[in-house]
């Protein structure tokens, strides 16, 4: 089945698309953009005893960023995005954890709020995805391997893997969303994405712990790398400067965590299938429902006080109006540009030779 152009996408998934510019600056660990490309990736990375899934990549694409918008109105989702070993007591062994999250807690003396459940979420979800695709409930197996899709890349996104997040506790506040929503977003592109080939994971939870422990060391290296490019910029982080020297520094970790994070997913998506039995993969859905796996809400926002429209619809009004006022300037702007061009011409041209009489 060919993927449909843009043009002929569902309202939900243009909602979905809308909704993720007006995302608050921790709402996710990649951008929405880059839980696209992440996705696709994996789905086409699985390996080709499992080709027939490749062609599931589309479909699960943009579902991989629903989770970040089922924040708006399920406060339970948060948790499932991110976990901080670094909040783990000195000398305490990560990968002795519990499987069983709230024998995990009870152990740390923590609430899953104060340091994330991202990993128990991983494990769970590999297995329902698994149970899916042995029990013929594709829809389901989609729907689980799209919000998997999306914590597993969360989980690989250095800073949702420390408690300093967000620079702070060490006066660089602002870090999250500089490196996340405006450096990766403007410098990087699918193509960087090189996947390793998809292998069987053993042991899904201890993978995913591993994940978080990498993430973690590498959160050190990407705070180091904001500190350095803005003294470089003059501590000035909305500068130029500022921007290219932080991609230089961290250019080639990104676009290897980036394709790590593809290659883990892809090898989730064929633990599942290996675990289940190998069964036959049907032909992949059009769209996937947009409402949560685990509390059924909608992508939708809360409503607002009445006659009023909801801020995201706002915001959507918004995106339209600016982009049809963008035309128009670029028009208007042309068209003066080329008038005073004439002008000048005009005005500096040596006057035409008189005509015979």
Known sequence: MKPRPLLFFPATLVLALALLLALPGR???????QHLQITRAAGKNVPDEMADFRAFSWPMAYPSVYPDLWKNDDGTEGVRHYFEPDRLRRGFDLM?????LDEAMATLSLRPD????????????????????????WMWAARTGATLAHYVGDLHMPLHATRNFNGQESGQNGVHSRIESDLIRSFF??????CEPAVYLEDPFLAALGWARDSQQLSLK??????????AAGRHVDTEDYYLTL???LEDSIVRRISVTATDISSLFYTAWVDAGRPPIPEPFEELPPYSIFSGVDIQA????????????????YMILGFFLGILALVFGSVAVRAFARLRRQKHSPLPPASPR
């Not at 002795?96 to 069983?100: A, G, K, Q």
């Not at 104060?114 to 409930?137: C, H, K, V």
Request: net charge negative.
């Open 96 to 100: 002795s954890l519990p499987r069983d």
């Open 114 to 137: 104060e340091i994330g459940t991202a990993p128990w979420a991983i494990a769970a979800l590999t297995r329902q995805m698994s149970e899916a695709m042995r029990t013929n409930d």
């Open 222 to 231: 990407w705070l180091r790398s904001d500190f350095e490019a803005t003294r």
């Open 247 to 249: 991609w230089n520094l």
């Open 189 to 194: 592109h699918s193509e960087m994405i090189r």
């Open 27 to 33: 709402a996710s660990a990649w951008s929405g953009q």
């Open 302 to 317: 809360p409503e607002t006080t009445p006659g009023q429209p909801p801020q995201t619809q706002r915001t959507y009004d």
